[in-house]
Structures are given as C-alpha cells and as structure tokens.
C-alpha cells in the first residue's frame, strides 16, 4: 500500500512488467519506422519516465522534442487543454510519433492532434503506455499502447497525484 497525501494506492504494474511492455514497443517502433528518421514529439510532463525508457529501446535514426498541455488537476480531467509550451519545430513532411504516458478522456490527444495535423506532417502515429479505453469521450486511435487498464486513477513512472508520485518506478491505482 501506498499513501499520497490523502490518497491510498495499491500496486498494480510492476517495474518488470513495464520494462518488458517498453522494450517490445521500442522494438516495434524501431522495426515500423527504420529508415524514415521520424521526430518522437513527447507530451510533458508525465511522459518524462517512459520516453527516455522508450527511446533507449530503440536502435534507428530519430529525432525528439517535447511540448507541453495540461487538463487533469488532482484526480479528474478539467475538461479544458492548456498549451503550455507549443510546437517550435517545422514538422512539414516528417513523420511524427506523439508520445503519452496515458490516453484517458481523450481530450489532451485530440488537441494535440488538431495542432500537428494542421502543420501537414506526412504521417502521425500515437504512443500511449497507458490507455484508459472505458473513459475515452474521443474517438482516438491509438497506434501502439503499453496497456490497456481499467478507469481508474493511476499515479508512478511519471504520472502524478496532486504533484507526487512521478518518481516511483512502478505504476500504482486508487485503492
Ligand atoms: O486523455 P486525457 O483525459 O486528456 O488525460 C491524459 C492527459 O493527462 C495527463 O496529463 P496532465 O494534464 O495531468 O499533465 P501532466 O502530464 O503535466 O501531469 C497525461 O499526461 C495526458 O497528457
Ligand atoms: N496521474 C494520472 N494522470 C492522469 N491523467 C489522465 N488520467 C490520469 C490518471 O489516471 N492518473
């Protein structure tokens, strides 16, 4: 059992586990994308654990950048997107992979989609480790998922309660 702030966890991925899902994305990715030197654009901040994991399973040319949105505030969605640090990147022509550490309602990744497809990228694939499919309110396809889980509020491996909890090396769920 975990305790964050007012809140109990319960273990639920283990660091194995992970480990083992990342490395075959990274494999997946890698063997998907050989020879189309694609820019991996992550979506900070909870994506800073699993991207720097996933980007050393990979073995081809690539490039990376972030940006940054916000919608979820302690644990529920506020239903608006914050851009916070935009696209600074020319993405016309390349081929971009969005990286998030989770897809819940849906609502920060169909935004984030409306923006890099309005820049005529030539394709755009999305990453999720996690992807809640119960909550989503979006009709987003997601091209590579880690897992698939439950709707219930996750925290570790970059993902946060109330500001803590992204150091933790496994995943935990609201007990
Ligand atoms: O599908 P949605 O309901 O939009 O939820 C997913 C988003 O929520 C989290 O970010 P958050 O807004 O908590 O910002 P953070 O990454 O800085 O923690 C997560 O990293 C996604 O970007
Ligand atoms: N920490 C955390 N952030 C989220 N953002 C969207 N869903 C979640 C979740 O389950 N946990």
Wanted: net charge negative; charged share 25%.
């Amino acid at each position: 059992m975990l305790k964050i702030k007012d809140k109990e966890f319960i273990p639920f991925l283990t660091e194995e586990e992970i480990k083992r899902r990342v490395q075959d994305l990274g494999r997946q990715i890698s063997k998907d994308y050989q020879g189309k030197n694609p820019l991996v654009l992550g979506v900070l901040n909870g994506v800073f654990m699993f991207f720097s994991d996933l980007m050393k399973e990979t073995d081809i040319s690539l490039e990376v950048s972030f940006v940054k949105v916000a919608s979820y505030e302690s644990t529920g969605s506020t239903g608006k997107v914050n851009d916070l640090i935009g696209l600074v990147e020319d993405i016309a022509g390349r081929h971009i992979i969005i990286i998030e550490d989770i897809v819940d309602t849906g609502l920060s990744m169909s935004h984030l989609l409306k923006l890099v497809s309005s820049k005529s990228p030539k394709s755009i694939a999305i990453v999720s480790l996690l992807l809640k499919p119960e909550a989503l309110e979006q009709p987003i396809e997601v091209d590579y998922v880690g897992f698939e889980i439950p709707n219930k509020f996750v925290v570790g491996y970059g993902l946060d309660y109330d500001g803590e909890g992204r150091n933790l090396k496994e995943i935990y769920q609201l007990k």
